[in-house]
């Protein structure tokens, strides 16, 4: 294939002709989410990824040979196509996307990788059946998604990706690395590392969450007083790596607190991790399509200095990424001259159109037109805060769980609760569809009785 037949493919589906790079992971396990939360890879829309980074492959038990992390639904098998083929069926919709497996993830245990990289003969053994699983799927290249090295395995990870990409020939290489800046200087050697990779992906995001006992906000760009997505990408050009090699990572799950005083609102407040979202389902942190509707209906911060917005609903605060943050970012990454960005969890954007405004893929598709439509950035909305103060909307009523579960919001029928050990968790329905108890869902007028309106159609009959 020519490189002007490739540059045709590429303006075709959107992306254009650029040094950037925009991989998309998702994992294998999004499949067994419930209702709106089920991500298949049929699900991904043409043209928003350069790449594709499936997860998560993994170590067998007596750590010499990598293995599908869910062989059932990974392989094919009986001419039943599993998802290794349908994630490399999508080159089909998108000519020119690039796929590459992904051997890790939070589902293998960091000594098992610690165990294979210190010994040579596991390490010919993982890397000849990782390539020979890349290799029989089609996919374009393998990706190291370790959590963590330690500063013990500093030497062997370096040797262990030198050997892997020798062994890969043309296939991309690339490792997925701690966003965190002692992870990043004591468990990397910059150098060899650099010599080895194509990417490296760094997980520029978790600079706040529920470990800690008063909130924060995920992924500042900068921030004078401590971790950054600015300081932690120079940190690894420091290392060693080229620009070009880093990558700068989104993230679509923010963490989420209880306020313990809603009169204090500002970054650096007390408050409580909330308990699991019911899709996402960790404490202490909610998916984009889980929070972005409640967005509409609260009281939304801009924090200048950080350049990223939160949310305050009641007595629930948000930190998460917009579409403002993300072309901040992707200016960024412009500006300075890396290799790209990647979003850590394409499955947890609002991929199936459920917030207002039914865009999907919002998060991703600010993402792509960031990097590669050169846009101006828009200018930042919300209020500007950057301490502590009482905050401006009207008091939400306290909504009082009567049992587990999801319930009605007596006075919004497009709002609902879900119920958890007494903790009531705010919902809202898509735009035109409000909650129906009897049927546990969300549904147009005609099957849904309504005596309230909407806090948001209220909101544009003001306008």
Not at 206 to 220: E, I, K, M, Q
Request: hydrophobic residues 35%; charged residues 15%.
């Amino acid at each position: 294939m020519t490189s002007r037949t490739l540059l045709l493919l590429a303006a075709l589906v959107g992306l254009g002709a650029s040094e950037f790079v925009l991989p998309c992971y998702f994992a294998n396990y999004a499949q067994y989410r419930q209702g709106i939360g089920r991500f298949v890879p049929e699900n991904y829309q043409a043209g928003l990824c350069t790449h594709i980074f499936f997860g998560y492959a993994t170590i067998n038990p007596d750590y010499s040979i990598a293995v599908p992390s869910d062989p059932a639904s990974d392989l094919t098998r009986n001419n039943v196509t599993g998802l290794y083929g349908r994630v490399n069926n999508l080159k089909n919709k998108q000519p020119g996307l690039k796929t590459v497996l992904s051997f890790g993830g939070q589902g293998t245990e960091s000594w098992k990788f610690s165990r294979v990289v210190a010994d040579a003969t596991r390490r010919g053994s993982f890397i000849s059946t990782a390539l020979e699983l890349v290799k029989s799927y089609g996919f374009d290249g393998i990706d190291i998604s370790w959590f963590y090295p330690t500063t013990a395995d500093k030497s062997n990870f370096a040797t262990f990706i030198k050997e892997l990409k020798a062994a890969a020939g043309d296939l991309l290489v690339t490792a997925t690395v701690s966003g965190h800046l002692n992870i990043a200087q004591n468990s990397y050697d910059g150098v060899a590392l650099a010599a080895s990779l194509d990417y490296v992906n760094v997980q520029s995001f978790d600079y706040a969450g529920p470990w800690n006992r008063f909130v924060g906000l995920t992924s500042p760009l900068f921030d004078p007083n401590g971790m950054s997505v600015s300081y932690i990408l120079n940190a690894y050009n420091n290392l060693g790596f080229n620009k070009s090699q880093i990558l700068l990572g989104v993230t679509a799950v923010g963490p989420t607190w209880f306020l313990d005083n809603p009169n204090f609102v500002g970054v650096g407040s007390s408050g409580q991790p909330l308990t699991a979202y019911p899709y996402s389902n960790t404490n202490g942190y909610a998916a984009y399509y889980e929070v972005c509707n409640i967005v509409v209906q609260s009281h939304r911060y801009w924090q200048t200095p950080q350049q990223v917005p939160f949310i305050v609903f009641g007595s629930l605060w948000f930190s998460y990424e917009d579409a403002s943050s993300i072309a901040v970012k992707m200016q960024f990454v412009r500006e300075q001259g890396y290799g790209g960005a990647f979003l850590s969890n394409l499955d947890f954007d609002d991929f199936s159109g459920q917030c207002a405004g039914r865009q999907r893929y919002p998060l991703a598709t600010a993402m792509k037109n960031g990097l590669f439509s050169a846009a101006p950035t828009p200018k930042p909305s919300g209020s500007p805060v950057t301490q502590a103060p009482a905050p401006t909307q009207k008091p939400i009523p306290a909504f009082v769980c009567p049992g587990n579960g999801y319930f009605s919001d007596p006075t919004d029928c497009s709002r609902y609760f879900y119920c958890s050990n007494g903790q009531a968790y705010p919902f809202v329905c898509p735009l035109n569809t409000w909650w129906s108890e009897s049927r546990q869902g969300c549904f147009t007028a005609q099957y849904v009785v309504c005596f309230q309106k909407s806090a948001l159609e209220q909101k544009l009959e003001l306008q």
